[in-house]
């Protein structure tokens, strides 16, 4: 079943990304890019198109949600899914379900913060960025895009529907809140804090690995991932 890691753009997904899939991904939890790669984002091209779903028809994909989460849902493994979607139900076709969900993990950002950093990455205004964020609107859907992540439809939702809908799982224990300041602040204690939600959906007993946290949190400074990004490259940093 998947832990979903979900936000509004720009709310720092990336960053929650990076620390777990140092912790869960690696042997010594020293953080680099290719880490990432083992959270995938949704809704996927490739994901779609290996069940032999038209990517380019809108309804055909989201119809499939559910199906293409089936196809790779393996329930006796830690499995995170990452995704700027709001929770939405389209036409009776769910975004997704108990089935697939084991747990949310919804990072939230001050809306009067992310309407800066969301104009500044997209190169708008700061207008067009909050009208954005007022409405219900999607990105991507580029079928011809080198960049997976452009080539799927993502429903954002407006700022606040994004960030309600997902507060659905919370009456059934499946909701942990993270606010991007305190991950900014405090992040150590973040990551301990979303390390036992996991521990505790997984029902596992958790023992921090104290060496492991210490090189995760030295190697995901700022300054740190700044670096590595410009070494390594990329991709997601192209797109929204």
Do not use: C
């Amino acid at each position: 079943m998947f832990i979903w890691l979900a936000s509004y753009p720009k709310s720092g997904n990336t960053l929650v990304r990076a620390l777990l899939s140092s912790y869960f991904f690696s042997k010594d939890g020293i953080f680099n890019f290719n880490l990432i790669k083992n959270i995938k984002q949704f809704p996927n091209a490739g994901l779609f198109e290996n069940l032999g779903i038209d990517i380019g028809n809108d309804k055909e994909v989201v119809k499939n949600y559910i199906k293409v989460q089936e196809s790779i849902n393996q329930k006796n493994s830690i499995q995170f899914l990452k995704t700027h979607s709001y929770l939405f139900n389209i036409d009776n076709n769910p975004f997704t379900d108990l089935n697939n969900t084991l747990g949310t993990i919804y990072i939230v950002r001050d809306p009067r913060n992310v309407v800066t950093s969301y104009a500044h990455h997209n190169n708008i205004t700061v207008e067009e960025s909050f009208f954005r964020m007022t409405n219900s609107v999607h990105y991507g859907g580029d079928i011809k895009s080198k960049h997976e992540a452009d080539r799927a439809k993502v429903y954002l939702g407006s700022w606040s529907s994004n960030f309600n809908s997902w507060k659905s799982f919370e009456p059934v224990g499946k909701y942990l809140l993270i606010k991007y300041e305190e991950l900014i602040s405090n992040k150590e204690e973040t990551l301990l804090k979303i390390l036992k939600y996991i521990h505790k959906l997984k029902k596992i007993n958790f023992v921090p690995d104290n060496k492991k946290l210490k090189n995760i949190i030295e190697s995901t400074t700022f300054e740190k991932m700044k670096s590595e990004e410009e070494k390594s490259g990329f991709s997601e940093s192209k797109t929204i």
